[in-house]
């Protein structure tokens, strides 16, 4: 019994520095339940234990129950406590594969290529740290690009990313998803917010559009097996010519 407490002790995954303590419970639990340290059924401990043998207190606890259960890893039963949910493949299929921009129009018959507006490490912004987990002494790896298919551009990019997953950002040529995977660092799932919005005249002048057009913006934070936030993305996408197309399906009973 002793051994399956070790996981939720702050030394398995409390660091200094590393984000919210929320936040680096619910990616450290995240990551125990990927790798089957947590199998299906598992129960947590009950609220008020898992605050004294994690050293946190009981909110923090909730905030990292609730995101698990949020993304369907956990399961909370009445009466009972929260328990692993058994994986669900049906999901996965149901989810749109994750493609990067040079895979998209491969499959559209379509050669990509970019024009670097930026590229090289800085200080990150708040938003950054939040969605990387970094913290205010780090540094961030920032790719900012517009992308042509075939010689109509179609997309402004801004990728950040953290600088161990991307020492080099001069490394990133065409593909960053090829630069990532050649290190063996390629995301393995993404979650994006898809909102419209218009054009300001700078973006509306590379991406050969008039002034106040509107256009898709899609912000992604893709993530490691483990669980950990390794690239955020803000994108503009002509929506004359980009279409994104979701997959939805009824889960057979
Ligand atoms: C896609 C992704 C973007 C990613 C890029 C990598 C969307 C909305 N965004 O454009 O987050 O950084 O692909 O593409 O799909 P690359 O490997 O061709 O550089």
């Given amino acids: 019994m002793d051994d399956d407490l070790a996981l939720f002790r702050p030394e398995a995954w409390f660091r200094a520095g590393r984000g919210p303590r929320y936040e680096q419970l619910y990616r450290h ?28 207190s009981r909110v923090t606890v909730r905030k990292a129950v609730s995101q698990l259960v949020a993304e369907g890893l956990l399961e909370q039963r009445r009466g009972a406590g929260s328990f692993v949910r058994a994986p669900q493949p049906k999901l996965e299929h149901s989810l749109s594969a994750l493609l990067s921009f040079t895979e998209y129009m491969r499959q559209r018959g379509k050669t990509s290529s970019s024009r670097i507006l930026r ?46 997953i991307l020492p080099e950002p001069e490394a990133v040529e065409t593909s960053l998803y090829d630069v990532l995977r050649g290190m063996g660092r390629a995301p393995t799932r993404a979650v994006q917010r ?48 980009y279409d994104f197309i979701a997959e939805l399906r009824l889960d057979a009973p």
């Fill in 29 to 56: 639990l995240s990551a125990a339940i990927a790798a089957g340290e947590l199998p299906p059924e598992t129960q947590l401990p009950p609220e008020r234990d898992l605050a004294l043998i994690a050293d946190v």
């Fill in 194 to 241: 898809i909102t419209a919005v218009n054009l300001t005249a700078a973006d509306a002048k590379l991406l050969q559009l008039p002034e106040g057009a509107a256009v898709l913006r899609i912000d992604r934070t893709a993530y490691l097996p483990t669980g950990r936030p390794i690239e955020f993305t803000r994108g503009l996408y002509r929506s004359d010519i």
């Fill in 119 to 164: 590229r090289g490490i800085f200080l990150p912004t708040p938003d950054e740290m939040m969605a990387l987990g970094l913290s205010p002494g780090d540094r961030v790896a920032r790719v900012e690009r517009l992308r042509f298919a075939d010689d109509t551009p179609l997309a402004l990019e801004w990728s950040s990313l953290p600088t161990d």
